[in-house]
């Protein structure tokens, strides 16, 4: 046993055996618990962590780093998605792959043959569904804003959007509730989900009626004091909890559009000149019937090929269609997911298309207030990144920029391509022409690498600088 206490002498040849505590009161390594109440000495722990390093799963510096790693490790999901549908396109019998999923793969590629105007048709559909805030009443608020910059005026609207987004997606909003509830109940006691699934009877009646209020009342005042009960009693502390978290986030959204609080929000900016002059002679009825309107406008338009995409992906992602397809449709979720993010200053579509017998995978990002090479904004710049690939010839990339009825356009081609390079910058030339543009600099090479979507849009890196917000 060591002589930790050093009270006697050493056995001779032990003098060297001596313990020593592997904890130095200087020691910098040990990191120590967080206690507000008191300043701590200086330890190892750091807060930042260096967005070069992507084997740290956990960030902590802020959402908007986490967000540029997410978007670089993202990448595109014409690499993963194409592949697969160009394996499937003919061959809809897979190892692992259910008959439900087969069909709706077999149904999924049934759609996509495509002539040029289709496309068309398919491209101006995706991009407008992608913008959230438009027509006269946005228009309204834009020309306000431009006229008056104020800072509260800013506050004023942004306040109003919150609302007026929580008004616009009731509907999906009832739904979301509803499917919790549902939920909630698979994973409680059979005892204490049938009491659940009574009141979700009660509330799908009250949300068939058009009665909100109502409909807010019960949430309120009976199947949360419910949720909060049981948990109490059975100590439940699973799925079934954390559903009630989802659930109350959903409560307090519908509760914030309610058609009173969104009249209220509107009122606050009819004390502005600019929105009195166009609003001000309109009484509640009538603004309100307005604001319906334009929330109205706003509900997407059925689109066969996004919906029937939806399904496969929710079929995929359960693992029915095997490990290849669930890895597919994860990426397409996650290109999904990234692009819609409130950092993404750029409108993003999607387009799987079977144009003269070759089936196509492209992906399109545009910036419809692009900036100079200087970082500075210009009126009637746009600038768009399309990622396409076809079948049996590989990745194309171009990049296309939009000013003042110029263009300049850069085409990355297959390696294997290279050879046709200029006939490339022939045709896209010849195109720009026939539209009347003036083609100023058209440039076709082949493809060393792809490109990251903050190599061509650097404003994404705007944020950079902004104030943690981490909790």
Known sequence: MPNITSVTNPAPGQEANTYRSPITPGDTQVQNVPDPSRVGRADARTDRQDTAKTDIPRRYDSYFQAFMQALRNSGSVSSVLAPFLFAQRGTLVTSGMTA????????????????????????????SSSSRFSGPLFDALRAALRQNPSEGLQHSVLQFLKVFNDFSASSHIEQNVQRTIR???????????????GQLDQLSSLFSQGNRAGALGMLQSSVIPYMADYVAKVHDRGVARSLLSLLILDIARYANGSPQNLLQSFY??????????????????????????????????????????????ARALRGEGGADCRQA??????????????????????LPVEMDGRMMFSELWVDPDAENENGEAQANQMRLLLKFDIQDLGLFELVLTFRDGAVDASLQCPPHLGQFSELFSQKITSLAEQEGLHASSIRASPMTRPLAISEVFPKIFERMDSINVTV
């Open 100 to 127: 439900g999923i087969s069909q709706e793969l077999a149904q999924f590629l049934q759609m996509l043959p495509a002539d040029a105007e289709k496309l068309l048709t398919m491209l101006k559909g995706e991009l």
């Open 183 to 197: 939920q909630m109940s698979w994973f409680m006691p059979q005892r204490f989900g049938e009491a659940l699934s």
């Open 268 to 313: 606050q900016l009819l004390g502005y000149s600019s929105f009195q002059q166009q609003f001000g002679q309109m009484n509640s009825q009538e603004l309100l019937q307005f604001l319906q309107e334009n929330a109205a406008s706003l509900q997407p338009e059925a689109e066969p090929i996004a919906d029937q995409l939806a399904k496969l992906s």
């Open 329 to 350: 449709f994860q990426a397409l979720m996650d290109s999904v997911l990234v692009n819609q993010s409130v950092y993404m200053p750029l409108a993003h579509a999607m």
